[in-house]
């Protein structure tokens, strides 16, 4: 699969060559798309998806929301080598960045969501994560709280909106205003010669011809291009690398994880690198924190290349080209109960209140 897809995109390199398409040096990269809506993806539904990813009530401690995570703020993470959840529990994985994540076939290191929708219903009942004992609570706590209901109906058309469907929905609509055009390499892209350094074109033109490429292409350089289907690819797929055993690269068995099938053994989904200067540490299990070592160690697992210092660092640069124009946003008013919590008290506190 990746020896043809390599063959089909040097082929159209070279074809690119000989009769002059793009930018000098960028015959992989293409720019990031400026909108990513569905039709259906209503203002209504959009203000709802972000009420509820910021609303920390959908986790069972109440203190816990998607942006806890994924934070909106700053790169869509949590700078964390592995997230944090309810009660202090951590997870085996980094955070993904939620900036531009409507760009890719599947979700999660491991691919095992195909949409934002299916995804979006992972984490609110995911133990480590937000907690809670299932979607019906989840349901039943949105629906102690009036304002929803209302917010519910005017974004579903319908008196009985309330479902674990439609609030997934409403998610992933918001998920789909999450992206960052306009980068210095997609101004470059769109024929400004000057949005990118020196440095920083070096950088991609090294990216490009030492095969950096060969899976990191498209728009989102995640190899994601618009309707493609999900690919998985062998990480680290040169074993003997000294990255393997310094950074513990080889325990997480990543893809078969989530089919069961020990033929997708050390497969992962490719992630963006898309404002990936922002989003350390690296790698799904976070034990890189810096972006030059890890292009150090991504040459040596997936090309078997030794890089030198210059060329980490020229190829850290290029990745600042990635940094794209982030929406201006507001916060949203999350609806309230009038003096009354939705989080259950533990058991005793009404006593200790007493006291
Ligand atoms: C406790 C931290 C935590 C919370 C809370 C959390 N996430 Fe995540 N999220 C993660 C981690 C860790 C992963 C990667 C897990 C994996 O691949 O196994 C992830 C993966 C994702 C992805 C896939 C991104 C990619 O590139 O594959 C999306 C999208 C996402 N989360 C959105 C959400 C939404 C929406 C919510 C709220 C409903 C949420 N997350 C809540 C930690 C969190
Ligand atoms: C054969 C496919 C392949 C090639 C070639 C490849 N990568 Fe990757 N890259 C991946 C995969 C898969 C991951 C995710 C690894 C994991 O599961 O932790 C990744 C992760 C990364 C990350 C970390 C992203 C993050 O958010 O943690 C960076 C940076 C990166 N690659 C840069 C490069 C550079 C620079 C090159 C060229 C020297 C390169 N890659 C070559 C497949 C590839």
Redesign the pocket.
């Known amino acids: 699969m ?1 020896a043809r897809t390599n063959m089909i995109t040097r082929l159209f390199t070279f074809a690119a060559m000989l009769v002059g398409i793009g930018q000098v040096g960028a015959q992989n990269l293409v720019a990031l798309p400026k909108a990513a809506l569905k039709q259906s993806d209503t203002p209504e539904k959009i203000e709802l998806g972000k009420k509820l990813y910021f609303d920390p009530r959908l986790s069972a401690t109440g203190t816990v929301s998607c942006n806890s995570c994924h934070n909106l703020m700053e790169g869509g993470d949590d700078g964390r080598a592995t997230s944090m959840g309810v009660n202090g529990l951590t997870g085996p994985r980094n955070a ?1 960045t939620v900036w531009n994540a409507v760009f890719q076939a599947s979700q999660f ?1 491991d691919g095992r969501a195909v949409t934002l929708e299916e995804q979006a219903k992972g984490p609110m009942v995911a133990d480590v994560e937000m907690g809670m004992l299932g979607h019906d609570q989840v349901i039943s706590r949105i629906k102690d709280i009036a304002g929803y209901t209302n917010d519910f109906q005017i974004a579903f058309k319908n008196d009985d909106a309330v479902t674990i469907e439609n609030a997934v929905e409403a998610i992933a609509a918001f998920e789909r205003t999450l992206i960052t055009p306009n980068s210095a390499l997609d101004r470059y892209l769109d024929g400004d010669e000057h949005a990118m350094s020196e440095t920083q074109i070096r950088g991609m033109e090294l ?1 490009e011809s ?3 490429t ?3 292409s498209g728009p989102a350089l995640n190899g994601w291009d618009i309707g493609s289907d999900a690919e998985f ?1 062998e ?1 680290p ?1 040169f074993d003997t690398s000294p990255f393997v055993q310094a950074y513990d690269l080889a325990t997480d068995l ?1 893809r078969s994880q989530a089919t069961g099938d020990n033929t997708d053994d050390h497969l ?4 963006t ?1 898309r404002n ?1 200067t922002l ?1 350390a540490p ?3 299990n976070g034990r890189v924190s810096s ?1 030059a070592e ?2 150090r160690l ?2 040596s697992t ?2 078997d290349v030794e890089l030198t210092d210059r060329e980490a660092d020229d ?1 850290t640069s290029f990745m600042s080209a990635l940094e794209g124009e982030f929406p201006e946003m507001t916060f949203p008013r999350l609806p309230s109960r009038s003096g009354e919590s939705v989080i259950q008290a533990k058991v005793g506190s009404a006593i200790n209140d007493q006291s």
């Open positions: 990746i993904p290191w990216f030492i095969g950096c060969e899976c990191h690819v990480f797929r990543g992962f989904k490719t992630p690198l990936v989003t690296y790698l799904h972006l890890t292009c991504m040459a997936q090309l190829l």
